[in-house]
C-alpha cells in the first residue's frame, strides 16, 4: 500500500468508544422474553454496562457521591459487596473506596453520556479511570448539553421501572459503542512511527494494520448483531447513538433500595413519594427528606439542570402530569399545552398489547390522585412557586441540612412525569414483552410492560432539545450527523475540516439546481425550516463560542444572517415552511412516500424536507457551507384558561428554551440558552463545486466501467453525475492536500478550503471514495484523458453487481471494505 493513498483510505470514522471492551466482552446471551430484575440481578447488569462501554456511562453511588448513608441494616443488600470490590480492584485503594461499602444498602446511579466529546463535564471526573488526550482541547460545551433525569422505583413493589430503564441503558450503549467503531484517531500510519507503535510526532497511540482491519470487523459484527438480533437497523441505532451523544441522562434504577431489595413500597417506613418540600401542611417541615430516596434524588437535582424527567411506579396504567398537589386541584398548570402534547406521545409511542390499552394521560390530580411532599409537583415548580417550598429539618440519619432544600431560580423547573406502569406492581413474565424490535410501536403480544416504557424514556430523552440533521444532497443519502465520542461543534479546529463533504457538477445549460435533503427532529410541531448556505471563506474558523461552547456563536450566525442565501423548503403546502416531527399526533409531515427503500419510506419515522441550491454561478473548487435551521413548537407558549398560580406564562425550562430567545437558566455549571430568532441550527455540511466535465467517463449504468456503485453517486434524467460522496465522518482534508497537483491557496488555523479545481479533483474524488470504505470497483474511467496518476481499486473478495442500499458508514458496517488492491498507473 502506497504511502499516498494510504491516509486516504483509512479516513473512515472518528471517535474514540470502548472498541476494546466491546471486542474482549462480548454481550451475554438474553433471553428472548423480558424478566423482572432483582436487586442483585440489577447490580450485576450495571457492573457489565460500567465496563464495557466506559467510554459512554459512569456508575457510581449517592453515597460515594454525595456522601449520604445508606438506609437499611446488617443484613440488607449484602450482594453491594460486589460493587465494592469492584471499586477496590479499579481505584487500589481501600480508603477511597470505603463509602462503597457498609451497613444498608447503596443508591446507585448511572450515568449515560459522552466522555469523549465532553471530557470538562464535572460528571465525567467521577469516574477516576477515565482518561482522555483529548482533555486539554475541548471547549466548555457541556454546560449546554441538555440533562434528562429517570427513576425507576421510589415505591419499592412497583417492578417494572428498574428493569426497563436497565434494558434500555443497554440498547443505548451498545448502539452509540458500535456506531463510533471504527475509530477514526487509531488509524495506522506509515509515518512518524516508532517500532512500540507510538506516533513519535504527538505521542498518540497508533494501530497496526491487523488491528485496524479488526475495528472494521467489530463494526460490522456489531452492526450485524443490533440488526439481526435485536431487531434494531442502521436509522434506530444511528438515533440511539445521537441520543447518547447528545444528552447527558441520569438513572437512578432504584431510587428507594432499601424498599426494591424487600420488595416493600417504603423505606422502612415513611413513603418516598411524600417526603419532597412542596405544598406540605404548615410546620410539617420535618417530615421532608426524611429518606435515602428523597435525599438521593434531591442531591442529584441540585448538581444538574433537569429539563425532562421520569419517575415510574405502578398500581395502574396512566401517564400523569401536573398538577398533583391538592393546592391546585381544579386548575390547570402553566405550559399544560406542552404537557398534554409530550403525554400524548409517550402513549402513542409506548403502545398497548391484548389486555392492555395506550396509556390513558392526564393531570395527577384528575387521573390519579394528589398528594402533599410529591417529587413530580417538586420538580417542576420548586423553583419558581417558592410559596410551596420549606426548608426541611427531618431527624432522621443524623439529619440533613436545611440549606439543600432551598432552590435557586432554575433548578426545578421541568416536566417530570409520573408513570403509572401496570395494574400489578409486578407483572407476570409473559406480559413484559420482547426484546426482538424493542422500537418498533406496536400493539401486539410482542409489546409488554417492558418494551413500552423503554420507548417511553427514550422518547423522553429524544424530546428534550431539538435537533436538525442534513440527509444527504441529491439522491445521496447519508448517516445523522452525529458521531458518538466526536465533538465536532466544538473541535478546536476548523469545522470545515470535519463537515461532511460532497462533490457536485457546478451544472449545465439545462440543470444547476442540487437538492439537499433534511429532517427535524425533538421536538412536535415544526413552524419553519429552511436552508441557509455561503461560502466557507466567510465563516470563522470556530462556529461555536471560543469560551462558552454555545452552538453557533454570534459570529457565525450574523455571517449567516448577512452573507448567506435562504432556501425555503419546496415539498410543502399550504404557504408555510413548516410540518411535523414524527411525536406529532397526526404523524410526520412531509412524509416520504410508501413503497421506496429509504429508511423514511420504510419504518416512516420523521419528516423530510426537501429544497434546492443554486450552484450554477458558482466557480468551480468553491467549498459552499450549507446549514438548516428550524423553528419549533411555538405553540407552547400559550397559557391555559385555567391556569394556576394566576396570570404565569412560560414555567418550565423546556418550552422556555423553544419560546423565548432570551432566556437563560443556570445550576451547578449547567446552562440553558434560548435561541436567537428561536432558530436551531444543523450541523452544516460541504458541497464542492466541480467541473461537470470532470464526471463525463463515469456511467451511472455501468459502474465496472466507472467505477463507481448506485449508493456513492447520483445523476439527472440524461445519465449525467451531480453528486459524489467523498468523505466519511470528518473530511481530514489538511490531510489530504498532498493529493492535489498544486497547493491548496488557503491556509487558515488549519483550514484548507479548495478555491479553484483543477484536474486533480477528480483523482481526489476517487482517492477518497475509497477512504470512505464504500464499496467501489475503481477502474480507468473510459474515454478520459488525465495528466496525473490515477488511483485504481480493485475489489478481489465481494461479489460483481453489488446493489445494497446503505449509507457511506453502513457498508462498512454491514460488507466491510472488502480487500482492496490498490495500484497507482
Known amino acids: 500500500m502506497t504511502l499516498l493513498l494510504r491516509p486516504a483510505l483509512f479516513i473512515i470514522t472518528a471517535a474514540l468508544t470502548s472498541a476494546a471492551a466491546v471486542e474482549e466482552s462480548p454481550p451475554p446471551q438474553r433471553e428472548e422474553q423480558y424478566k423482572i430484575l432483582s436487586s442483585p440481578d440489577l447490580l450485576n447488569r450495571l457492573l457489565y454496562l460500567s465496563k464495557t462501554y466506559p467510554n459512554f456511562c459512569t456508575l457510581t453511588t449517592t453515597q460515594e457521591w454525595f456522601g449520604l448513608p445508606r438506609a437499611g441494616e446488617d443484613g440488607d443488600c449484602p450482594f453491594d459487596e460486589l460493587y465494592a470490590a469492584s471499586q477496590k480492584s479499579a481505584q487500589g485503594d481501600d480508603e477511597k473506596t470505603s463509602a462503597a461499602s457498609g451497613k444498608g444498602c447503596n443508591n446507585y446511579v448511572l450515568i449515560i453520556q459522552d466522555k469523549e466529546a465532553y471530557p470538562n463535564d464535572p460528571d465525567v471526573q467521577l469516574d477516576v479511570n477515565f482518561q482522555t488526550s483529548q482533555q486539554q482541547q475541548q471547549q466548555e460545551g457541556w454546560k449546554f448539553v441538555p440533562d434528562v433525569f429517570l427513576s425507576g422505583s421510589v415505591h419499592g413493589n412497583e417492578r417494572v421501572g428498574p428493569t426497563s430503564l436497565v434494558e434500555m441503558s443497554e440498547l443505548l450503549l451498545e448502539s452509540a459503542a458500535c456506531e463510533s467503531l471504527p475509530r477514526m484517531k487509531f488509524q495506522p500510519s506509515d509515518s512518524n512511527d516508532d517500532a512500540s507503535g507510538q506516533d513519535t510526532t504527538n505521542d498518540a497511540v497508533k494501530f497496526t494494520q491487523e488491528q485496524w482491519e479488526q475495528e472494521l470487523s467489530t463494526a460490522q459484527t456489531c452492526r450485524q448483531s443490533l440488526t439481526t438480533n435485536k431487531g434494531i437497523p442502521s436509522p434506530l ?17 432504584t431510587a428507594n433500595a432499601l424498599g426494591y431489595s424487600r420488595n416493600k413500597r417504603e423505606e422502612g417506613s415513611i413513603d418516598p413519594n411524600r417526603d419532597f418540600p412542596f405544598d406540605i401542611e404548615q410546620y410539617h417541615e420535618s417530615e421532608c427528606m426524611q429518606t435515602i430516596a428523597g435525599r438521593s434524588i434531591n442531591e442529584l437535582w441540585r448538581s444538574h439542570l433537569f429539563q425532562i424527567g421520569l419517575t415510574f411506579h405502578g398500581g395502574m396504567e396512566v401517564i400523569g402530569y401536573e398538577w398533583g398537589a391538592p393546592t391546585y386541584l381544579n386548575l390547570d398548570a402553566p405550559d399544560a399545552l406542552a404537557q398534554d402534547q409530550i403525554a400524548h406521545a409517550y402513549s402513542r409511542y409506548s403502545n398497548g398489547f391484548p389486555g392492555h390499552v395506550p396509556y390513558d394521560f392526564g393531570t395527577m390530580n384528575d387521573k390519579v390522585y394528589y398528594v402533599r411532599g410529591g417529587m ?3 420538580a417542576f415548580a420548586g423553583s ?43 407483572p407476570l413474565r409473559e406480559d413484559l414483552g420482547s426484546r426482538h424490535d424493542p422500537l418498533i410501536s406496536t400493539n401486539g403480544r410482542e409489546n409488554g410492560h417492558v418494551a413500552r416504557n423503554i420507548r417511553l424514556a427514550l422518547l423522553a430523552m429524544d424530546v428534550v432539545e431539538p435537533y436538525v440533521s442534513i440527509r444527504g444532497v441529491e439522491e445521496l443519502m447519508f448517516e445523522d450527523d452525529v458521531i458518538p465520542a466526536m465533538n465536532l461543534k466544538r473541535s478546536p479546529t476548523s469545522y470545515y475540516d470535519d463537515a461532511k463533504l460532497v462533490w457536485v457538477h457546478g451544472g449545465d445549460k439545462k440543470s444547476s439546481m442540487r437538492k439537499i435533503t433534511w429532517t427535524v ?13 455561503g461560502l466557507w471563506d466567510d465563516l470563522p474558523t470556530q462556529l461555536a463560542e471560543s469560551t462558552s461552547g454555545f452552538y453557533p456563536s454570534m459570529e457565525t450566525r450574523n455571517v449567516i444572517d448577512t452573507k448567506f442565501q435562504v432556501v425555503q423548503p419546496s415539498n410543502v403546502e399550504g404557504g408555510t415552511s413548516g410540518g411535523r416531527s414524527r411525536w406529532h399526533a397526526d404523524g410526520a409531515y412531509p412524509a416520504e412516500p410508501e413503497g421506496g427503500d429509504t429508511y423514511e419510506q420504510i ?4 419528516p423530510v424536507f426537501k429544497a434546492f441550491i443554486d450552484t450554477g454561478k458558482m466557480p468551480p473548487g468553491t467549498a459552499i457551507a450549507v446549514f438548516v435551521r428550524a423553528k419549533v413548537d411555538k405553540d407552547w407558549a400559550t397559557s391555559a384558561a385555567n391556569v394556576g398560580p ?10 422556555n428554551a423553544r419560546t423565548n430567545p432570551s432566556y437563560f437558566a443556570s ?26 466535465k470532470e464526471a463525463e467517463g463515469w456511467d451511472i449504468n455501468d459502474p465496472t466501467a466507472s467505477g463507481l456503485t448506485h449508493f456513492s453517486l447520483s445523476s439527472n434524467a440524461r445519465g449525467v453525475v451531480t453528486a459524489v460522496h467523498v468523505n466519511a465522518r470528518f473530511a481530514g482534508k489538511a490531510g489530504l492536500t498532498e493529493t492535489f497537483t498544486r497547493p491548496l491557496p488557503r491556509s487558515r488555523g488549519g483550514d484548507t478550503t479548495p478555491r479553484r479545481s483543477s484536474s486533480a479533483s477528480a483523482a481526489l474524488v476517487v482517492m477518497l471514495l475509497i477512504a470512505i470504505g464504500i464499496f467501489v470497483r475503481l477502474v480507468r474511467p473510459r474515454r478520459r484523458r488525465r495528466a496525473y496518476r490515477q488511483t485504481v481499486a480493485v475489489s478481489t473478495d465481494v461479489e460483481g453487481g453489488d446493489d445494497f442500499d446503505a449509507s457511506y458508514r453502513d457498508d462498512v458496517g454491514n460488507e466491510g471494505i472488502g480487500d482492496l488492491e490498490l495500484r497507482i498507473s
Request: overall charge negative; hydrophobic content about 35%.
Open 667 to 692: 445550576n451547578a455549571g449547567k446552562v440553558i440558552h434560548g435561541r436567537e430568532y428561536s432558530w436551531w441550527y444543523s450541523d452544516p455540511i460541504t458541497v464542492l463545486v466541480g467541473d461537470s
Open 603 to 606: 419504518y416512516n419515522y420523521d
Open 646 to 655: 394566576a396570570g404565569l406564562g412560560p414555567a418550565s425550562h423546556i418550552v
Open 521 to 533: 427532529g425533538g421536538a412536535m410541531t415544526i413552524d419553519g425550516t429552511e436552508i441557509v448556505y
Open 384 to 426: 419558581w412557586d417558592p410559596d410551596r417550598v420549606v426548608q426541611c429539618t427531618p431527624t432522621t440519619y443524623g439529619g440533613y441540612p436545611p440549606e439543600k432544600t432551598v432552590y435557586n431560580n432554575s433548578t426545578l423547573r421541568a416536566f417530570n412525569m409520573l408513570i403509572e406502569t401496570s395494574d400489578k406492581k409486578e
Open 376 to 378: 413530580e409537583d417538586w
Open 237 to 253: 441505532r444511528q438515533w440511539l447513538a445521537r441520543l447518547v451523544t447528545t444528552r447527558r441522562t441520569i438513572i437512578i434504577p
